[in-house]
């Protein structure tokens, strides 16, 4: 079946513009994560939906950063305003309910930021 | 909280050469464990995975880890790498409950094939 998908693959934006980030779960999985990759480093947690659950926004770096996930399948990452230090890529993860399941995360291939 | 911490930020092996990259974690009980593979300009590959049962696991692409709980680590081997398995190798530590403690990466290591 198909895998994570996410749109666009590379964005370049203006310093000061809003972006939004697309990110297509496998179907059925039920929580989708986002994580943030910059140059050099690891995976930084973003944010954590899980079914119709608030959610988890924990990881979000300042209030410019959103997301939302509709009729708990499709999920957009807005980041506004934004700044260089936004340039990353950003990556998104889906997995199943269940104990084992819930920590095995498939990810999609990632939107790669650029702020001029 | 968990951590995890991959030592080594660089590797540079001969092609044919042995293969291990070194994890170690952090966590008050037995986790679950994971390495992925992101090649450039792509998402996470997921290589293999240690849950329970038989601390030697085999993952795609010829790799196995090895889970030692007195060490806590979970070192990944080949024992004859490709060029191309040049890319970012990270390991994870699973905690059940998901949210933020769902999963949390090492930094990865970076490895590099000479011809």
């Known amino acids: 079946g198909a895998g994570v998908s996410q749109s666009p693959s590379n964005k370049v934006t203006e310093k000061g513009k809003d972006v939004e980030l697309r990110c297509d779960p496998i179907?059925?999985?039920?929580?989708l994560y986002w994580y943030r990759q910059s140059l050099g480093q690891g995976l930084e947690f973003l944010i954590y939906?899980?079914?119709?659950?608030?959610?988890?926004k924990s990881g979000l770096p300042s209030d410019r950063f959103s997301a939302e996930r509709t009729g708990g399948s499709v999920s957009t990452l807005t980041i506004q305003r934004t700044q260089q230090e936004d340039s990353a890529v950003y990556l998104c993860?889906?997995?199943?309910?269940?104990?084992?399941?819930?920590?095995?995360?498939?990810f999609g291939p990632g939107t790669r930021l650029t702020v001029l | 909280a968990q951590s995890v911490t991959q030592p080594d930020i660089h590797i540079t092996v001969s092609e044919g050469a042995s293969l291990e990259l070194r994890c170690n974690y952090s966590?008050?009980?037995?986790?679950?464990l994971f390495w992925y593979v992101q090649s450039p300009g792509q998402g996470l590959q997921l290589l293999l995975k240690?849950?329970?049962?038989d601390t030697l696991v085999q993952g795609i692409k010829g790799f196995e880890a090895e889970f030692k709980r007195s060490q806590s680590s979970f070192n990944l081997r080949k024992p004859s790498v490709h060029w191309s398995d040049a890319a970012e190798y990270f390991c994870?530590?699973?905690?059940w409950g998901g949210g933020a403690d769902g999963l949390t990466f090492g930094k990865g290591t970076h490895l590099i094939i000479q011809p």
């Open positions: 966590y008050g009980a037995t986790p679950y």
């Open positions: 240690y849950f329970s049962g």
């Open positions: 939906f899980q079914g119709n659950s608030a959610p988890d």
């Open positions: 179907s059925g999985h039920t929580a």
């Open positions: 994870a530590v699973g905690v």
């Open positions: 993860a889906s997995s199943l309910a269940g104990r084992e399941s819930s920590v095995e995360q498939f």
